[in-house]
């Protein structure tokens, strides 16, 4: 989610570093670069996991890396990787 504004914490009494601010736009360009889950919540999916079978159902919880598929028996998380759209 983007923000609007931009504390200045000088105001506040932190003085700000120029390596602070440079080690949190790294970090923002790392996280941007990475991995992403291409499902968004609402999405049906089905989930192959060798441990836990195939399951089929509802995005419920989505991170970048994982997500979490509503069945009937409750909610199981898979790795993005192991999750395909229902045709």
Do not use: N
């Amino acid at each position: 989610m983007a923000k609007d504004y931009a504390q200045d914490l000088s105001e506040m009494g932190q003085p700000v570093s120029l390596g602070t601010v440079l080690a949190a736009a790294w970090g923002r360009t790392v996280a941007a670069l990475g991995p992403r889950c291409p499902y968004r919540v609402g999405d049906t999916v089905i989930g192959d996991d060798p441990f836990s079978g195939r399951r089929e159902g509802v995005v419920v919880w989505q991170d970048r890396r994982s997500v979490g598929v509503k069945t009937p028996y409750g909610v199981f998380f898979f790795d993005h990787r192991m999750v395909k759209p229902l045709d």
